[in-house]
């Protein structure tokens, strides 16, 4: 069974500093593997998914992350953080060519300081 | 984009009433709707997998009397919490997908406040 870890449960950052939310998994094959980001009592908002393909994919809000087979990582980046960024990120892997559950991580709760 | 519809977005209830929440994909028929459910600061932990016509797949230690689901068409799914007690009390989330590869559409979660 596929498993996720995300080592950093808070991470504190100033605005305008860069961000890297590190993501393992764990999966036999190639996943399909996502950012998630939740603000307090709101649903999952995606942020960018890797299928196949380039590895470096962009997404929403400025945010972006690299698929590293050999590090089983998915590492999601962003050069410059806005306060609007505080809220909660979870990745997620699903099993390729289904409709199967996805497997979240833990999350890591991200708070900006002005 | 594909969109999912959560409601209510909030609901207090009695102990030992029951609540349905819906899930309907506005744009987009879901092939397979999950329930998930959400204690605070915490992941989301999967309750359910539906399929349009056929029976929930609930994981272990869920219990499918207490919370039945229905996924009656391609674009609505239910979770009805039966005898509600205050350790029901969570924030429930269902997403749906036409597709693995489509990617996983998210609903705006409930929050039950059993009483």
């Known amino acids: 069974a596929q498993s996720v870890t995300q080592p950093d449960i808070h991470i504190t950052v100033s605005e305008g500093a860069s961000l890297e939310l590190r993501c393992n998994y764990s999966?036999?094959?190639?996943?399909?593997l996502f950012w998630y980001v939740q603000s307090p009592g709101q649903g999952l908002q995606l942020l960018l998914k890797?299928?196949?393909?380039?590895?470096l994919v962009q997404g929403i809000k400025g945010f972006e992350a690299e698929f590293k087979r050999s590090q089983s990582s998915f590492n999601l980046r962003k050069p410059s953080v806005h306060w609007s960024d505080a809220a909660e990120y979870f990745c997620a892997v699903g099993i390729t060519g289904t409709a199967s559950k996805l497997t979240f991580g833990t999350g890591t709760r991200l708070q900006v300081t002005l | 984009g594909a969109v999912v519809s959560q409601h209510p977005s909030r609901v207090i209830c009695k102990s030992g009433t029951s609540v349905k929440i819906e899930c309907r994909s506005l744009d987009f028929q879901a092939t397979t709707m999950f329930w998930y459910r959400q204690f605070p600061k915490k992941s989301l932990m999967l309750m359910a997998t539906s399929n349009e016509g056929s029976k929930a797949t609930y994981e272990q230690g869920v219990e499918k009397d207490k919370f039945l689901i229905n996924h009656a068409s391609l674009t609505l799914s239910t979770l009805t919490v039966t005898s509600a007690h205050p350790e029901d009390s969570s924030f429930y989330i269902c997403?749906?997908?036409?597709?693995?590869?489509?990617?996983?559409?998210f609903g705006s979660g409930t929050r039950l406040t059993v009483v």
């Open positions: 997403s749906a997908t036409t597709g693995g590869d489509r990617g996983y559409t």
């Open positions: 890797y299928f196949s393909g380039d590895t």
């Open positions: 999966y036999g094959a190639t996943p399909y």
